[in-house]
């Protein structure tokens, strides 16, 4: 097992460990589990509180049991589910509900984020992760060891570790440190809850139409409330509030939900069409590398599958780099997100309509 040390230089007390995770998303939870069950000594810097927020659908397809099983050695609380635990998925064509329908033995989980994040940092903890909240990573450097500059309660303090992973999201300020020239197009995702009147059936409800969005939107119940949301290029963005009104007016004209007063509106994004995994010997994974499903916006499995491939390139090169086996072991994901934005980019109406025929054929 690889030990931390403690030294000083220039008067400034520095650590260094095996491995510095920075951000503490799924993707982050994920490679530092994975790294301190094989026994590294794992720091893992999150800027956010306890039970940060992050926007998002909540919607997690089936097989993501077995890889949080896997990853976090536990399955899913109902503490972290929302209300309907489980829902379908039903989809909706341009041509409208008519054509529609669910799709068969699909099941996914509807979790509340902001408590699976925390449920999932609490398990990263388990694992013997040191982790600290309200750690906000200001710079990093690479050579042959990394040195990652955080603030924590308005005080800078400087850490030092082998191998870093860089899972802070879409807007990674590591990737933008380490390659401040990258390409990182993104889709603006906006989202409003909003109380509704009538029994929502247990759906996650996406509709595919180009008077909402070139992309996707969705419904999805939260206990009484219920979760709406459209994606945009960002030469579109002028359109996401609109597209949300358009569709709010469309689920009410159409009878899928009583629409009442809206209780909160926010927008972040996702990454669309360029992936960057390494950068001068760090790991990126999740969002921050671009491992996001540009067709439905999906990305928490993704980034917990590149946060456990991640720490498995770490613990299986020991000294070495991790570089070549990481970049291995997440080509199959990172071919299929680029098939997936490709398919997206060449979609229109008439595909969207065969694409939901098929789908609802299975
Ligand atoms: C509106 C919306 C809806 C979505 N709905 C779904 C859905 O239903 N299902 C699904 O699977 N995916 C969904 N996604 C995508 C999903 O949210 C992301 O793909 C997923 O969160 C990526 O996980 P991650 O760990 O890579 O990054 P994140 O979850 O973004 O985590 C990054 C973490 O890094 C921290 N951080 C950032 N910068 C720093 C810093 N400088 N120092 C320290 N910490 C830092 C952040 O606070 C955050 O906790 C949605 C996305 C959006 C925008």
Not at 80 to 100: D, F, H, I, K, Q
Not at 183 to 207: E, W, Y
Not at 236 to 258: C, I, K, Y
Not at 273 to 296: F, H, R
Request: glycine share 8%.
């Amino acid at each position: 097992m690889w030990r931390l040390k403690i030294y000083r230089r220039d008067g400034v007390e520095s650590e260094t460990w095996d491995l510095i995770v920075v951000g503490g998303g799924p993707g982050g939870a994920s490679a530092a589990t994975v790294a301190a069950t094989a026994g590294l000594n794992v720091l893992l810097l999150e800027r956010g509180d306890l039970m940060r927020h992050k926007p998002c659908g909540g919607i997690l397809p089936e097989v993501t049991e077995e890889l949080i099983e896997e990853v976090f050695n536990s399955l899913i609380p109902s503490k972290v589910l929302s209300e309907p635990a489980e829902l379908v998925l039903r989809y909706t064509p341009p041509s409208g509900v008519v054509n529609g329908g669910r799709v068969t033995n699909s099941r996914l989980f509807n979790v509340k984020r902001d408590e699976f994040d925390q449920w999932l940092r609490d398990r990263a903890q388990d694992a013997g992760v040191t982790l600290l909240h309200r750690a906000r990573v200001i710079d990093v450097k690479a050579g042959d060891i990394f040195s990652v500059i955080y603030v924590e309660n308005g005080t800078q303090k400087k850490v030092s570790a082998r191998n870093l992973i860089a899972a802070d999201g879409v807007h990674s300020l590591v990737r933008r440190k380490l390659i401040p020239d990258a390409n990182t197009p993104k889709m603006l995702v906006g989202q409003r809850l909003i109380k509704v009147s009538n029994k929502m059936p247990a759906d996650f409800h996406c509709v595919f139409a180009r008077q909402f969005s070139p992309f996707y939107a969705y419904s999805v119940p939260k206990g009484s409330l219920l979760k709406i949301g459209s994606g945009m290029t960002e030469e579109e963005s002028h359109d996401l509030m609109p597209s949300l009104d358009r569709f709010t007016e469309w689920l009410q004209q159409n009878g899928v939900a009583d629409i009442g007063e809206v209780i909160k509106q926010e927008g972040w994004a996702i990454p669309f069409g360029e992936q960057n995994v390494t950068a001068k010997g760090a790991l990126l994974v999740g969002d921050a590398a671009g491992l996001c499903n540009p067709l439905s916006g999906e990305g928490i499995r993704l980034a917990i599958e590149s946060g456990q491939l991640a720490a498995e390139a770490i613990i299986e090169s020991k000294d070495t780099s991790p570089v070549e086996n990481y970049c291995q072991a997440i080509t199959g994901m990172a071919r299929m997100i680029t098939a997936l934005h490709k398919i997206v980019l060449a979609t229109d109406d008439d595909a969207r309509e065969k694409f939901v025929a098929s789908e609802l054929s299975r």
